[in-house]
DNA sequence: TATTAATCCTATCGATTTAATAGGGATTAC
DNA sequence: GTAATCCCTATTAAATCGATAGGATTAATA
């Protein structure tokens, strides 16, 4: 299950690309627009600023903004900083991995198998997918 | 994350289609063969039995065994009894679809049209595997 | 029929994670 | 220097997960 922070990450990101200003996002702005609870979505673009996504303005007429051209942003990255790994069991991750305590051997194990065929078919959607597909208007 | 239950219990599926004898597969047996704990792994093998993916047999000598070939037990079925939905979020699942509080429409949020391409690709390989793939010896 | 060995069922518990809130510190525009 | 904004840490309430406990029921068999 996607967690709320990922969700509400994803929204976030869409609406900071989608809009047309020069001037940086205001937290409050997106949280009143995207109806997410501004608090969270604080420590949520804390941690996309933290992952080198947005970058930010502080004070007075501050806010984020991305760091780079939407098309450039792949769903890859945002993920791994929002939901963590990719993977379902972390003997399949990539970026994350670590044994099974119950394993003998991985190339036994028919979860293993399987893991890796999903892991490999989510990894093509989000390697194929950016911040600027997310953003476009029509569906 | 994939939960202990799923994995147990595909483990326990592929354990009981690998085996060969003709009696019944007992818990402890499986249990021991799997490092599972035993009374999670009775639970377990309960709710695969009241989804109609295994039968049992009570009393002494008693046990599991598959309701159908391994070949006709697909990995859609089975991660749906254990895992529930496949989609990452209710609102883009097959099965267990649940409307977003927040999206005032589905059809314009970026989130939703990222899911589905997940669910689909996810389905895709739940749809194209079996037991019998599982249960094949050869990494 | 009594014993044993197995599944069946419900309840509960502890730990972890998640979603959200609280409260204030630091920084900048005006 | 005041107001607005991001930055940071801590805390909390609720939900979920993994596992355990304790026995009820059923069937084989001596």
Redesign the pocket.
């Known amino acids: ?8 990450g994803l929204k976030a990101l869409t609406y900071i690309a989608r809009r047309e200003e020069e001037t ?7 949280a009143k627009s995207e109806s ?8 949520i ?2 941690t996309l ?2 992952a080198g996504i ?11 903004y991305l760091r780079k051209a939407p098309s450039d942003i792949l769903m890859t990255e945002v993920m791994r900083v929002l ?2 790994p990719i993977a379902m069991v972390p003997c399949v991750s990539l970026n994350f991995y670590e044994k099974c305590d119950d394993c003998p051997d991985e190339n036994l194990c028919s979860v293993h198998k399987l893991m890796i065929q999903v892991r490999d078919s989510t990894l093509q959607v989000f390697r194929n997918t950016t911040l600027a597909d997310l953003s476009e208007k029509n569906s």
Do not use: C, N, W
């Not at 947005?54 to 984020?64: A, E, F, V, W």
């Open positions: 299950m996607l967690s709320k922070k990922t969700k509400y940086p996002a205001q937290v409050g702005e997106i997410i609870p501004q608090k969270f979505l604080e420590s673009l804390l600023r933290k947005l970058g930010s303005k502080k004070g007075k007429h501050g806010g984020y939901e963590g």
